[in-house]
């Protein structure tokens, strides 16, 4: 099992749309989680981090769910400047420091 | 202004020849990864670092080297035993007990 999935897509969306996005892992010793977004052919940048009392910034919200191991991120009204790809991240703990990347999901929003 | 910095950020090769990727970085971060993207992938895991003189291999180690001889310095070699090298290459840097990862602008290698 890989030690993160997640659906690549793509999403196209209509301007104004909710979109969600879910990132599974199978690591329990993950310590901490992140969406990240990609524009093309650009190195990615930080979105959010994710809290296991979920966070909300703006239009886009976080979650954690620690015992079905996956992290969640909600996109509402869809803007076309939202379209890039958004990647999940994981940091395992600590005396490793490894640091995984999902596929990343790719949506598209159109007018 | 404090920042990683990779270059160059275009590199052609000829097959069989090693190269080297530099990876620096003044954000005073213990942690430097490499990571490797190829079109409509993920990131995947090269190699990283939590300290000085230490290094452990990711998920797709076959065929590249790094050292860690300064905190600020992280260059990966990609060698002639690569069998796919063409590709877009990510350095990044971590503060210990951060959250946010930092990125180099990338290096888009092409061996040709």
């Known amino acids: 099992r890989k030690e993160v999935e997640q659906d690549p897509g793509p999403f196209n969306v209509p301007e104004g749309a909710t979109v969600a996005f879910n990132c599974t892992y199978s690591n329990s010793a993950s310590q901490s989680f992140f969406w990240y977004r990609q524009d093309c052919r650009k190195e990615p940048k930080l979105l959010m981090s994710v809290y296991s009392s979920g966070n909300e910034d703006g239009r886009f919200t976080a979650q954690l769910n620690r015992a079905s191991q996956y992290i969640s991120l909600l996109i509402r009204d869809s803007k076309l400047s939202d379209s890039a790809t958004y990647l999940c991240?994981?940091?395992?703990?600590?005396?490793?420091?490894?640091?995984?990347f999902g596929q990343g999901t790719t949506l598209q929003v159109k007018p | 202004d404090g920042g990683i910095t990779q270059s160059p950020k275009y590199l052609f090769r000829k097959e069989g020849q090693n190269v080297t990727l530099s990876c620096e970085q003044n954000l005073n971060h213990d942690a430097m990864y490499w990571y490797r993207q190829d079109p409509g992938q993920g990131l995947r895991l090269i190699y990283y670092?939590?300290?000085?003189?230490?290094?452990q291999k990711g998920d797709i180690a076959e065929g590249y080297s790094v050292s860690r001889e300064k905190k600020e310095s992280f260059p990966l070699t990609v060698t002639s035993a690569q069998k796919n090298p063409t590709a877009f290459y990510l350095c990044?840097?971590?503060?210990?007990?951060?959250?946010?990862?930092?990125f180099g602008q990338g290096t888009r290698l092409t061996v040709v």
């Open positions: 670092s939590q300290i000085v003189n230490d290094f």
């Open positions: 991240v994981f940091l395992f703990s600590s005396n490793t420091g490894k640091l995984i």
């Open positions: 990044a840097s971590l503060r210990q007990g951060g959250t946010e990862a930092f």
